[in-house]
T-cell receptor, first 110, second 112 residues
Framework: RKEVEQDPGPFNVPEGATVAFNCTYSNSASQSFFWYRQDCRKEPKLLMSVYSSGNEDGRFTAQLNRASQYISLLIRDSKLSDSATYLCVVNSRGNTPLVFGKGTRLSVIA | DGGITQSPKYLFRKEGQNVTLSCEQNLNHDAMYWYRQDPGQGLRLIYYSQIVNDFQKGDIAEGYSVSREKKESFPLTVTSAQKNPTAFYLC???????????FGPGTRLTVT
C-alpha cells in the first residue's frame, strides 16, 4: 500500500462548482497533515495545514479523520484560478521528510 | 524578504559533466531537502539534511551528492553517474511549528 494515495483525476468542473478531493494515508503514527497546490511547471506551495478539528480558509475546507486515516479538501465556488494539482502531504515525525501524494489535477472550466 | 532561492532557473549540460545546483534559505530553518520531479510525476526525495554537517539519503540518492557546511546552504551535485538527470529539481526547507516545508522556485536541468 502506498503511503499517501490520491485519485489523480483530472477533475474537470465548471466555474462556481463545489469539488472535493480525498486522500488516504497508511502510517497511523502520522502527526501533521497538509494540502499543497502546484501550478504547471512551478514549485508546490502550502495551501493549508489540516487540523484534527477541521479548518476552513475562505472557500477551502480541510478535514481529517484519524480513525479512517483519511484527509479531504473541499473547494466551494470554484474559480478558473483554482486550476492546479493538489497534493496531499503527511508528516510522520518532527523534522523528517514529508510524504507527498502524487496529486489530484483540477481543471476549472468557464 | 525571507525565502528560498535556487539558481539557475534553467541549466543545460552535456552528458558526462557534473553539475551543481544551488539552494539558499534565509528562513533560519534547520532542515533542508532536495526533490526531483519528472513530467507528470510526483516528487521523489533525493537527499535531506536535518542539521549542519549531516545529511541522509532519500529514495533516489544514487548519482547525486550533497553538502551542508552552512545552515543557509544545501547544494546538490548531479554527477555523471546519474543515468537520467534531465528533470525539475526542487529544494525545500522546514522549521515551522508543524514542520511544513517551503519550496524554492526550482531548477530545470536538461542534459543532452
Amino acid at each position: 500500500r502506498k503511503e499517501v494515495e490520491q485519485d489523480p483525476g483530472p477533475f474537470n468542473v465548471p466555474e462556481g462548482a463545489t469539488v472535493a478531493f480525498n486522500c488516504t494515508y497508511s502510517n497511523s503514527a502520522s502527526q501533521s497533515f497538509f494540502w499543497y497546490r502546484q501550478d504547471c511547471r512551478k514549485e508546490p506551495k502550502l495551501l493549508m495545514s489540516v487540523y484534527s478539528s477541521g479548518n476552513e480558509d475562505g472557500r477551502f475546507t480541510a478535514q481529517l479523520n484519524r480513525a479512517s486515516q483519511y484527509i479531504s479538501l473541499l473547494i466551494r465556488d470554484s474559480k478558473l484560478s483554482d486550476s492546479a494539482t493538489y497534493l496531499c502531504v503527511v508528516n510522520s515525525r518532527g523534522n523528517t521528510p514529508l510524504v507527498f501524494g502524487k496529486g489530484t489535477r483540477l481543471s476549472v472550466i468557464a | 524578504d525571507g525565502g528560498i532561492t535556487q539558481s539557475p532557473k534553467y541549466l543545460f549540460r552535456k552528458e558526462g559533466q557534473n553539475v551543481t545546483l544551488s539552494c539558499e534559505q534565509n528562513l533560519n530553518h534547520d532542515a533542508m531537502y532536495w526533490y526531483r520531479q519528472d513530467p507528470g510525476q510526483g516528487l521523489r526525495l533525493i537527499y535531506y539534511s536535518q542539521i549542519v554537517n549531516d545529511f541522509q539519503k532519500g529514495d533516489i540518492a544514487e548519482g547525486y551528492s550533497v553538502s551542508r557546511e552552512k545552515k543557509e546552504s544545501f547544494p546538490l551535485t548531479v554527477t555523471s553517474a546519474q543515468k537520467n538527470p534531465t528533470a525539475f529539481y526542487l529544494c525545500a526547507s522546514s522549521g515551522g511549528s508543524y514542520y511544513e516545508q517551503y519550496f524554492g522556485p526550482g531548477t530545470r536541468l536538461t542534459v543532452t
